[in-house]
């Protein structure tokens, strides 16, 4: 005897998606794991971690409306995976990509004021969507300062070597300090 999962394709693919989203936490809790526990580096999990937010917004777009959020979806198939959940929260996701973009861009020696303003503007604006962080997060202030900076300069004006240089160190030690200040960082 024969057990049918599904009725038509339309079922079918829904079910295919749903595995997908599953496989996608589980990858997810687990590369959590191997970075708190220093089994890979951050610069190998910074894009892992982004390649497998740009699977889940994918996925997760196209299943919102059987999806209705991705903590219902977890408790639904009994799934523990609380540094999964909370790594692939849309506003913890958007501000990661804003902070690697950002150093990115100064790594391709993008140092330009038209270039830097709106990648710091648009972290800027993530960090600030984020309750968990401290009013007085130290990471806000910088990112803030260095805006309030270019401000003050022409679109064309270029930030020096050494601007660009303390520019990253300040985005870098924001971006470990954000990685800090977030919950289920201590999961074992």
Request: aromatic letters at 10%; proline letters at 3%.
């Amino acid at each position: 005897m024969e057990v049918k999962l599904w009725n038509d394709k339309s079922e079918r693919e829904t079910y295919e998606n749903f595995a997908e989203i599953y496989a996608i936490i589980k990858t997810t809790e687990k590369l959590e794991k191997a970075y708190i526990r220093d089994i890979i580096s951050s610069s190998t999990y910074g894009p892992e971690c982004q390649k497998l937010i740009a699977h889940f917004k994918t996925l997760a777009s196209a299943l919102k409306d059987t999806i209705p959020s991705i903590e219902r979806f977890a408790d639904t198939y009994k799934m523990d995976c609380p540094a999964a959940l909370y790594r692939t929260a849309a506003f913890v996701a958007e501000c990661v990509q804003n902070f690697i973009t950002a150093m990115d861009s100064l790594k391709l020696n993008m140092v330009a004021v038209d270039q830097l303003h709106p990648l710091l503007t648009d972290l800027s604006l993530s960090l600030n969507k984020l309750s968990i962080l401290p009013v007085d997060f130290e990471g806000k202030m910088k990112v803030s300062q260095w805006i309030l900076m270019l401000s003050k300069m022409e679109a064309a004006d270029e930030l020096k070597a050494e601007q660009a240089r303390q520019l990253h160190f300040d985005l870098e030690s924001s971006y470990n300090l954000f990685m800090a200040v977030l919950p289920n960082r201590s999961i074992g």
